[in-house]
């Protein structure tokens, strides 16, 4: 069964590989290296479709691609011309506020808001959902995000 540990530890990783992929922003090698990390750990594209819905996409919306979330997360491909690389911002600190957890035996879902964190210390906020499922090895993969901007 997943825990609601399991899902607040999967949103931790997540927002820290967020922080690491923009604290790399100068190095184009290694942000490369740590945004494929990011999404080999913790998307779950080895198992099909992601449905990933980024909330600056506009363009090309869905996502169901390694490659085209990869584009979301730090740009560079042609085939997304509206990518200016979303992780790359830099953030300093990502923090989730759960409204509710969904927990079954190899699924759980998770909806509420996260703050993303600017250099100068201002908070973007965003809505998500997130829904994740365990792997063949027992980790917790992101299946599913749906993200909105709220302007405030």
């Known amino acids: 069964m997943i825990t609601k540990d399991d899902v607040v530890e999967a949103q931790e990783a997540w927002g820290n590989g967020i922080v690491k992929i923009g604290s790399l922003k100068d190095d184009r090698e290694a942000c490369v290296k740590a945004t494929n990390e990011h999404l080999d750990n913790l998307y779950a594209f080895e198992l099909g479709a992601v449905l990933f819905k980024p909330t600056k996409a506009a363009e090309t919306q869905f996502r169901l691609t390694k490659d085209s979330a990869f584009s979301y997360f730090i740009g560079g491909d042609d085939n997304y011309t509206e990518d200016h690389g979303f992780a790359i911002n830099p953030w300093t600190a990502v923090r989730f506020e759960n409204a509710a957890v969904i927990l079954e ?46 302007w405030e």
């Open 105 to 150: 035996e190899t699924r759980a879902i998770a909806m509420g808001n996260y703050y993303f964190t600017d250099l100068k210390g201002n908070d973007t906020k965003v809505e998500y959902t997130f829904g994740y499922k365990k792997d063949e090895n027992g980790n917790l993969k992101i299946v599913h995000t749906d993200d909105k901007l709220r």
